[in-house]
Every structure is written in C-alpha cells, then in structure tokens.
C-alpha cells in the first residue's frame, strides 16, 4: 500500500530549476531516506511533501488522496526541522501538547496522549522544562514526540540529526528506527550522511541536480548501483572505463570481465567495484574465473579494524582496496601486487 | 596596577556624574543662591505646581513621548518582520538606507523637517513634533526588534503551521510571545528618544506649544531659577527608569540566550 505518493513534481525558482519530474512512491509503515548532497532538492522536496512550499507542477498525494492544494496547517503532518524549532518560551509538555490543541483535544485526553509519546522519547519527569535547559539529544526527542504525538499521516524529518555529535547521531539513529516502527508512521528522512541512510531505512532513494536517480532498498542500492554517481555518492567505489570486447570490457591492465550483460562490442562502458570486494595477492596466479589487475601500492591508510590501501594500476589510475586487520600487513607502499575480484561484483553502472 | 585603574575608573564616573549629582542636591536645597551648607528643602518641587508653562510642556512632552512610542513601535516591528522575514525587491537597500538617519545631526534633521512642514503645509505644533520624533525613533525600533527576530529561527511558525496552526494563529503563538522583550525595550527606547529630544522639537514648537526640554532651554535664557534643578530632577529620574527597564530586558533577552 501507498502511503505518500508524488506525480511529476516540478519546482524552480526563476531560472534555477530544483526540482524537476520527480515521481516516487512511498510505502505505508515504512522508512524512506531522501538521500543526496546539498543542492540536490531532498528539502524542497520534503518541504513540497509537507506542504511548506507549494510545487509548480505535478500532484501530491497521501493514501491516494490529492492533497496538492491543502495548505500546510491542514495537511495533518510531523514534521522535524535540523534546528528542532521548539517554542523557546514554552515548556517540554505545552510544546507537545500544541498539535492535540489546535486539532481540539484538551484535558486528560491531550494529556495522556503527552504522556504516552513523552514516554516513548524516554523524556518522562521533563515535562516542566524549557527547551534551553535541554540537551541537544533531549531537544531532539522533544521535537519528535511533538510531531508524532498528533498520529500525522506522514512524519517528514529535515536531517534531524545532524546537529549532534558522532556518538549520539548513532544512539539517536536506533532511537529514531524503534519509535517508527513503534508508532508505525510513513516516515521521510532527509539526510546527506550516506551511513545513515543505510542503517536507518527501508527504503532509500538517491537525489541529484532535482531528480532521484536510484530507489531501493539499502543493500540493493549499495550493491547495484544504477549511476556512477549512485556508486560514488553511497559508499566508496572503484571506476574502470573502457570499449565492450568479446568477453569483457578492454581496460589499461588487460580486460575485466562482468556477470552483468555488456552492449554490442565497441561501445564505451564505466563499471563500478567497491573497495572491500577488492583482494589482494602477492603470490600465485590468480583463478580464471577472477577479474585481476597488476598494482603497485602508493599508500596505507590504517584506521584500527581496518585499512585503506591506495594503489595504482599501470596506466597511473587510482584503485582503492579496503582490508579488514587480520594480521600483519599484506604490503607495504612500493610493493607491486596483483588485484583480484569477482565479475559478479563488477557493476555495470551508466555514466 | 589595578589601583591605578581603579582610581581612573572612578575618575571617569565622577567626570559623568559630578555636575549631574551638583544639580540634584541643589534641587532640594533651600537658598536660590547655591548657598552651602545645604539646607534641605522641597520649596523649588513646590514652586513647580505653580509654574504653569513648565507643566504644560512637561504634559506635552509626555503625550508626544506616548504617543511617539506607540506609533513608532507599531509601524517599526512591523518594518522589522518585514526586513526579516520577506523576500523583496529593494530589500538590501532599505535596510541600509535605515542607518543614516541615526548618524545625521538632529540639527540637520531638523531644518530638513522644519522646511519640509512648513512647504507641505504640515506646520508646527504637538502633530509636527510627534511626526517629527517618529521618524527619528523609527531606525532604532526596527533595529532593536530586527535584532531580537534575528535570535528567533523563523521555522518556528513552519512548525506551529505544521502542528494546525493558521499563519495568523502561529505569528501570535509563537512568534510574538518570544519577541515581546524586544518590542516593550524598543517602545522604551522610543519614548526615551522623544522625551529626551530638544533640536527638533525646538525647531517644530510654537511659542504657546513647547517641550520640556524647550520650555527648560528658555527659562534658562530667561534667568535661572532653582526650579530648573528641579524639573530637571524629575525628569532625569525619569529617564533613568527607563533606561534601567531597558537595560533590565535587554539583559534577561541576552541571559536567556547564553544558556
């Protein structure tokens, strides 16, 4: 079931075009990631879905229901800002309670909807205190406990956790999962930390220049990526270039062969091979069913459980290579290696 | 080192309060003369009550100084929300062509404003002066409230909105409330700059219609009574009051922000 759907939505502000065609559909319950760089339109898109700003074109709708044209403060969403947006003069319990108010719940029915969500946010014995007197995490709950607590039809979150520190950005992170699924809201989470994106969703859909260029689950987008810059904007990837001949593509080193299917023989291609999937080896052939490359190692990047290798194949390209610490280094910088990997994770990704 | 400083600090406010503090203690000193040793008396508070042009400028200047304040305080947060918070063409331009008015002479506002009235037919009287003190309040109203706009973020009413509040219903809710410190500081501030105001309202009064600052200036030309000590005493006190409420709220606004 669809729980927030958007047709052909267009936005520009004079010349500058934000947002443009952009279609997705959002699933009912579920958590979708609206993930891209600064300038990519995921805001403008969910302050569109919001109802924060109107678009120039295309249609919204919340359960098939058309609601383009319902302004903002009838729309029945959540929403939850970067900077939180509490009422600096109110205290804990008149922010939350503020939603059930305007929807006309008062006395012991708003209250104990106050009490139940203030519960969930794990903030019960704050209700007396002003938003200033709170943490960042603190204020952060409040905030969500403010936009849930009127059961919105979609919870809309405007990278909510980037104003925390590391540690509590990811404490905050399995918080946020257990009160989605706790309250069961059609969630859309705005972010630009592609770690977060992963852990956090069900869904995440890639936005660049205005137009979401890949949806899918998590693991999906990570291990196809459709885009090179789907590729490089999730995680890390190594890019190799080259004309399609029998049997593989022709690169600098010799031919890196795919399991994805290659157009006719000729014609220019760019696949995409993640740094972990990536191994190296010294000594011994490599088997035939391997893609493999001579390297020499530039650089060694270690970082504890694991390390970064920066290599370079023969014609002076960069290939990055990520190891788990098991033991002692397997190269040190100078030494000349051979790279090997599997076609299967060679992804055929368009330019 | 540090005595040093202290001595110097003290100097300094002795230089500011030496000659106001002279003008107090005379104004409850007996003889006329400045005759020491001080003989307590209130006779120069009671010689007031009967000096008839002394108050009724003293009753002006307190209805042009309300009058300034509300009119100033409205049309200036106004101004300010709109500086603020609207996108506009011409925006950055209004916004410095605010500056000016603050750095030009009073003496040079005032001739603009004596000539611009008198060729508008607007004339002279309580209505030019009170025109007269709102454009020269007005600056430091929408700079006093643009400021305390500034420390409020603006998704605050996207929020209220987004919680079922009307655009109307979230201005008053959440918008106002935090801003009221700003705005009660301004309308002081507004009415501290017309009550203290002389060069314009000497040049917009008319002989039967005065400030007080102006009806002080010309008993002083006239020859000195000790009564001026004591108007000027009220009137100092006044002033007083006021800027300690102001600084009173300016200081709550900024505790609260530190926290």
Wanted: no cysteine; glycine share 8%; proline share 5%.
């Amino acid at each position: 079931m669809s729980g927030v759907e958007i047709i052909a939505v267009g936005k520009g502000y004079g010349a500058l075009r934000v947002l443009d065609d952009v279609s997705a559909s959002f699933e009912a319950g579920r958590l979708t990631s609206l993930l891209g760089p600064s300038g990519s339109g995921k805001t403008t898109l969910l302050r569109i879905i919001g109802g924060s700003i109107a678009p120039d074109a295309g249609e919204i709708r919340f359960a098939g229901e058309n609601v383009t044209d319902v302004p903002l403060w009838r729309r029945n969403v959540g929403m939850v800002f970067q900077s939180y947006a509490l009422f600096p003069h109110m205290t804990v319990h008149d922010n939350v309670i503020f939603g059930l108010h305007r929807r006309g719940i008062r006395g012991g029915a708003a209250r104990k909807e106050v009490a139940r969500v203030l519960e969930m946010v794990h903030l019960t014995g704050l209700e007396q205190r002003k938003p200033k007197q709170l943490s960042g995490g603190q204020q952060q709950r409040v905030a969500l406990a403010r936009a849930i607590v009127t059961k919105p039809r979609v919870l809309l979150l405007d990278e909510p956790l980037s104003a925390l520190d590391r540690r509590l950005r990811q404490e905050m992170q399995i918080e946020l999962r257990r009160i989605q699924r706790e309250s069961g809201l059609t969630t859309i989470f705005v972010t630009h930390d592609q770690e977060e994106a992963l852990t956090l969703s069900d869904t995440v859909a890639i936005l660049d220049r205005g137009r979401i260029v890949q949806a899918g689950r998590p693991a999906e987008i990570y291990e196809r990526p459709q885009t090179r810059f789907a590729a490089s904007f999730l995680g890390d990837a190594n890019f190799f270039t080259g004309p399609v001949t029998e049997g593989g593509i022709a690169v600098a080193g010799g031919l890196i062969r795919t399991a994805d299917r290659l157009p006719a023989v000729g014609t220019q291609v760019t696949v995409a091979v993640r740094p972990e999937k990536v191994q190296l080896r010294r000594l011994g052939s490599p088997e035939a069913t391997e893609n493999s490359l001579a390297a020499r190692v530039t650089e060694i990047v270690y970082a504890g459980a694991v390390s970064t290798f920066i290599l370079e194949d023969s014609s002076g390209a960069e290939i990055k290579l990520l190891t788990q610490n098991h033991e002692a280094a397997a190269a040190a910088p100078g030494d000349s290696v051979t790279l090997v990997w599997s076609p299967a994770h060679t992804v055929l990704v368009a330019e | 080192m540090i005595a040093a400083g202290r001595a110097y600090l003290f100097a300094t406010i002795a230089f500011l309060y030496l000659p106001i503090a002279l003008m107090v203690v005379m104004a409850f000193n007996d003889s006329a003369l400045y005759a020491l040793p001080i003989e307590p008396s209130l006779r120069w508070f009671e010689a007031l009550a009967d000096n008839g042009p002394l108050l009724a400028a003293t009753r002006n200047s307190v209805v042009i100084a309300s009058a300034t304040s509300v009119i100033a305080t409205a049309l200036g947060t106004l101004a300010a929300l709109a500086l603020n918070r609207r996108r506009f063409r011409g925006q950055t331009l209004l916004k410095v062509l605010l500056l000016p008015p603050i750095a030009i002479p009073w003496l040079i506002t005032g001739t603009a404003m004596l000539v611009f009235f008198f060729w508008t037919g607007i004339g002279r009287g309580i209505h030019a002066m009170m025109i007269g003190h709102v454009a020269l309040a007005l600056p430091y109203v929408v700079l006093i409230v643009g400021t305390g706009l500034q420390t409020l973020r603006s998704d605050l009413e996207e929020a209220a909105m987004s919680l079922g509040s009307t655009p109307l219903h979230a201005f008053f809710t959440v918008t106002l409330p935090p801003l009221l410190p700003s705005i009660v500081a301004a309308a002081l501030f507004a009415f501290a700059v017309s009550l203290d105001q002389f060069v314009v309202s000497y040049f917009l009064s008319t002989p039967g219609v005065s400030t007080l600052p102006v009806e002080i200036y010309s008993s002083i030309r006239k020859g000195f009574t000790p009564e001026i000590n004591a108007i000027s005493t009220i009137f100092l006190g006044v002033s007083t009051l006021l800027v300690l409420i102001f600084a009173q709220l300016s200081d709550l606004r900024g505790r609260r922000e530190r926290r």
